[in-house]
Structures are given as structure tokens and as C-alpha cells.
């Protein structure tokens, strides 16, 4: 049973341009967190989403952050016209259900805008 | 505010030595404290979880404490060995969200050989 995947582990834009980062959830799993960490700080939360639903997105910006996650797919994060201050490491987590004790974390993504 | 601070920030030691990694947190009302690992490039991995009423709790080599009268945690890493090396984060959360989780910086730890 592969874990969570996301790719790209590594992603490089300039700023203005869209970044889409990508979070598969483990076999099984229909809830998904996505999390900020910038450098030398601990994960943010940014949002909860179930399958076609966000449930809270209280953690992400209002302007240029979206999530998604569809019936069928991964789960995407997209950062439009990404500035330096996005660059960071996100991780996108699942679970079976909702709650926090069953949270399996991905690799991350390591966004760098140049 | 709910927060959650680690000490140190970071901390090299020799293989084989016993290190103690703290954690003090405000977070109100209290539900449930976590430690992680995160290796460099990698996601966290659960090492061990602690309700209010558990004092301490053992995971192989890494033994964590909770005082929840006075908010502090610690980790204790015994005999360490060089795949110790990583950042380790207390997280803690709050019986208000059973998703919404409050992580600390993390203490670095360096194991030198």
C-alpha cells in the first residue's frame, strides 16, 4: 500500500507564473490536509479538503491560493502568480476519516520563486 | 493565542549519548500532544501520542513525558545512533478541532559519529 504522494518534490517558478502541486492520498483515504512550512518554522495548516469538498480553509490565503480535490485524482494546490514569499515546503497529508490522529504525511513539495 | 515552543532550537551530540528535547505549549483546551520526526526531505512520521491523563509513553528508544498542569513535554532520546539525526516536532491540539494541529518549529537534532 504505497504512502502519500505528491509531486513535484521540487518545483521552481518565476514570479507571476502558477504553481500546481500535486497530493495523491494513500489507498483508502478521502480526506486531505495541506500544510505550509517555511524555513525554520512548523507545518501551518492550510486546508481540509474531503472528496469534492472543502471543508475548511481557514488557513489558506484568500487571494491566490486554491485547493481542489476531485471524485477522481489527486488533490491540487495552486498557487497563482506565485511571489518569493511562497517559496516554502508543502505537505499535503491523509487520513481515512476526519481527525487528526490518523494524519499520514507526504514527502512535500519544495516550491522555490525566484 | 495556542502556541507551541521547542527548545533547543537545535542540538548536536555524540552516537550513543542520551539527549532530552523539551516542549512547552499553550493550547487551551487541551486534547492531545504528539511528537514527530522529520527526516531532512521528508514528511513527518509519528513517534509517539500522549492524552491528558498519560504521563509517559515509550516508543523503542524515545520515551516522551507530559505534565499537563504545568503544559510541558519532553522526548528523550536514549543511545542514539546516527539515523537519529532529524528535526523533531512537539504538535499539539486542541479539543476544539479534531483536525486543526499546532506544530512547534522542531528541535534539530545532529547525531556525530
Known amino acids: 500500500n504505497a504512502g502519500v504522494m505528491q509531486n513535484p518534490r521540487h518545483l521552481v517558478r518565476r514570479r507571476g507564473q502558477e504553481a500546481r502541486l500535486r497530493c495523491s492520498p494513500m489507498k483508502g483515504h478521502s480526506h486531505v490536509y495541506w500544510y505550509r512550512q517555511l524555513p525554520e518554522e512548523g507545518l501551518k495548516f492550510m486546508v481540509y479538503?474531503?472528496?469534492?469538498?472543502?471543508?475548511?480553509e481557514s488557513g489558506m490565503p484568500k487571494e491566490r491560493f486554491s485547493a481542489e480535490f476531485p471524485k477522481e485524482g489527486p488533490s491540487i494546490l495552486r498557487i497563482q502568480q506565485v511571489v518569493r514569499g511562497d517559496s516554502a515546503a508543502y505537505f499535503c497529508?491523509?487520513?481515512?476519516?476526519?481527525?487528526?490522529?490518523?494524519?499520514?504525511f507526504g514527502p512535500g513539495t519544495r516550491l522555490t520563486v525566484l | 493565542k495556542n502556541q507551541v515552543e521547542q527548545s533547543p532550537q537545535s542540538l548536536i551530540i555524540l552516537e550513543g549519548k542520551n539527549c532530552t528535547l523539551q516542549?512547552?505549549?499553550?493550547?487551551?483546551?487541551?486534547?492531545?500532544l504528539r511528537w514527530y520526526k522529520q527526516d531532512t526531505g521528508r514528511g513527518p512520521v509519528s513517534l509517539t501520542i500522549?492524552?491528558?491523563s498519560e504521563n509517559t509513553k515509550s516508543n523503542g528508544r524515545y520515551t516522551a513525558t507530559l505534565d499537563a498542569d504545568t503544559k510541558q513535554s519532553s522526548l528523550h532520546i536514549t543511545a542514539s545512533q546516527l539515523s537519529d539525526s532529524a528535526s523533531y516536532i512537539c504538535v499539539v491540539s486542541d479539543r476544539n478541532s479534531n483536525y486543526q494541529l499546532i506544530w512547534g518549529a522542531g528541535t534539530k537534532l545532529i547525531i556525530k559519529p
Open positions: 497529508a491523509s487520513s481515512p476519516s476526519q481527525g487528526w490522529d490518523t494524519q499520514y
Open positions: 500522549m492524552t491528558f
Open positions: 516542549c512547552n505549549y499553550t493550547v487551551s483546551p487541551f486534547s492531545n
Open positions: 479538503l474531503q472528496k469534492e469538498n472543502i471543508i475548511d
